[in-house]
């Protein structure tokens, strides 16, 4: 009988191998590879932030700039040769005893206005429209497409379209309104004078409660049904069922959504510019165009970037209140 001697393991060190085990070299990924699986989403991501520097962060610093110059329409020219001013831009601004400070604030109160009912309404019809699609009918498909259609339309087509709408002589509004339902005495003007407020909140909420009955739509598929269920086996009414159920459980839903709904209309440039053209009556003279008219109509940029600038932390401010309150609500809750 013969002894065998066992095998050497491929582990152990051999004598060209100083002492290292064989093998290890294999296992250690190389220096390249090692650097192409870690570079990789960053270099992926490299085109988006050079675009996003372009288009958002190299305006908004050259604005901040601008604001503490005089850049008017003398320097348009070679706008780096405009005087440095400090603040007086932000002074003239703030100075609501004064014309330009009176006007900026008349806006302001405008703009606030305008955003809580738009906002408000696109939530609430929203909403509304929701919970009535949460159940299963016939033609609810069709209902759901024709819902959002306002907010597949182009901005400029839809607002355009109603701007013809609101014509005095030939819009359909006053055909409607006052040769058909005679609701009105006369035919009022819709896009000058008082009214213009409301043609504009109109418009607004037309092209916003979509995005919010989009949302919300899509937040109720995430609540069981066997919670209804259980609510109206211990006598619980549809009010009650909204109260205690659907509310609460859309919760992080509306969060989000009343914040970019908000953030949206305070910022509204499109709807207005092109409702009423470069001015805006004086009812509807939102801080959009109020900005618009200061920098490109009366030619003072240094004035028009000072407002952008404030307007840029009034928003910074109220969005982080707003993120502070909702999770100390969710903390309480």
Same mark, same amino acid.
């Given at each position: 009988?013969?002894?065998?001697?066992?095998?050497?393991?491929?582990?152990?060190? /051999?004598?060209?191998?100083?002492?290292?085990?064989?093998? %290890? !070299?294999? #296992?250690?990924?190389?220096?390249?590879?090692?650097? $192409? $699986?870690?570079?990789?989403?960053?270099?992926?991501?490299?085109?988006?932030?050079?675009?996003?520097?372009?288009?958002?962060?190299?305006?908004?610093?050259?604005?901040?700039?601008?604001?503490?110059? !005089?850049?008017?329409?003398?320097?348009?020219?070679?706008?780096?040769?405009?005087?440095?001013?400090?603040?007086?831009?932000?002074?003239?601004?703030?100075?609501?005893?004064?014309?330009?400070?009176?006007?900026?604030?008349?806006?302001?109160?405008?703009?606030?206005?305008?955003?809580?009912?738009?906002? /408000?309404?696109? *939530?609430?019809? /929203?909403?509304?429209?929701?919970? #009535?699609?949460?159940?299963?009918?016939?033609?609810?498909?069709?209902?759901?497409?024709?819902?959002?259609?306002?907010?597949?339309?182009?901005?400029?087509?839809?607002?355009?379209?109603?701007?013809?709408?609101?014509?005095?002589?030939?819009?359909?509004?006053?055909?409607?309104?006052?040769?058909?339902?005679?609701?009105?005495?006369?035919?009022?003007?819709?896009?000058?004078?008082?009214?213009?407020?409301?043609?504009?909140?109109?418009?607004?909420? *037309?092209?916003?409660?979509?995005?919010?009955?989009?949302?919300?739509?899509?937040?109720?598929?995430?609540?069981? $049904?066997?919670?209804?269920?259980?609510?109206?086996?211990?006598?619980? !009414?549809?009010?009650?069922?909204?109260?205690?159920?659907?509310?609460?459980?859309? $919760?992080?839903?509306?969060?989000? #959504?009343?914040?970019?709904?908000?953030?949206?209309?305070?910022?509204?440039?499109?709807?207005?510019?092109?409702?009423?053209?470069?001015?805006?009556?004086?009812?509807?003279?939102?801080?959009?165009?109020?900005?618009?008219?200061?920098?490109?109509? +009366? *030619?003072?940029?240094?004035? !028009?970037?000072?407002?952008?600038?404030?307007?840029?932390?009034?928003?910074?401010?109220? +969005?982080?209140?707003?993120?502070?309150? +909702? %999770?100390?609500?969710?903390?309480?809750?």
């Amino acid at each position: 009988m013969t002894a065998t001697a066992p095998p050497r393991s491929t582990t152990e060190a /051999g004598p060209s191998s100083g002492g290292k085990p064989a093998g %290890r !070299g294999r #296992l250690r990924p190389r220096v390249p590879e090692r650097l $192409r $699986r870690v570079g990789l989403p960053y270099l992926l991501l490299f085109p988006a932030l050079i675009l996003e520097l372009l288009i958002h962060l190299v305006p908004m610093v050259v604005g901040i700039v601008i604001s503490f110059k !005089g850049l008017t329409q003398f320097f348009i020219r070679d706008w780096g040769s405009a005087p440095w001013t400090g603040l007086d831009n932000y002074r003239l601004a703030v100075k609501f005893n004064q014309p330009v400070g009176e006007a900026l604030l008349h806006s302001f109160w405008v703009t606030c206005t305008f955003t809580i009912l738009s906002v /408000g309404l696109s *939530w609430l019809i /929203g909403t509304a429209t929701a919970i #009535l699609m949460q159940d299963a009918f016939r033609g609810r498909a069709i209902l759901r497409a024709i819902f959002l259609v306002p907010y597949a339309l182009p901005v400029y087509a839809a607002v355009i379209t109603w701007a013809f709408m609101f014509q005095q002589d030939t819009g359909l509004v006053n055909h409607v309104l006052h040769d058909q339902l005679h609701v009105t005495s006369n035919k009022p003007f819709w896009l000058i004078g008082d009214n213009s407020f409301w043609a504009l909140v109109i418009v607004s909420v *037309w092209k916003s409660w979509p995005f919010a009955f989009l949302c919300l739509m899509a937040g109720l598929q995430n609540i069981p $049904r066997e919670l209804y269920e259980a609510a109206a086996m211990d006598g619980a !009414g549809v009010w009650q069922q909204i109260r205690k159920i659907t509310l609460p459980s859309l $919760r992080p839903v509306n969060q989000v #959504l009343v914040l970019v709904l908000f953030l949206w209309t305070f910022n509204d440039f499109n709807t207005p510019f092109v409702l009423f053209g470069n001015s805006a009556p004086h009812a509807a003279d939102l801080i959009s165009i109020h900005i618009y008219q200061s920098s490109f109509i +009366t *030619w003072n940029f240094g004035s !028009g970037s000072a407002m952008s600038v404030l307007l840029l932390l009034f928003l910074l401010v109220v +969005t982080a209140f707003y993120l502070l309150f +909702t %999770r100390k609500r969710d903390v309480d809750a």
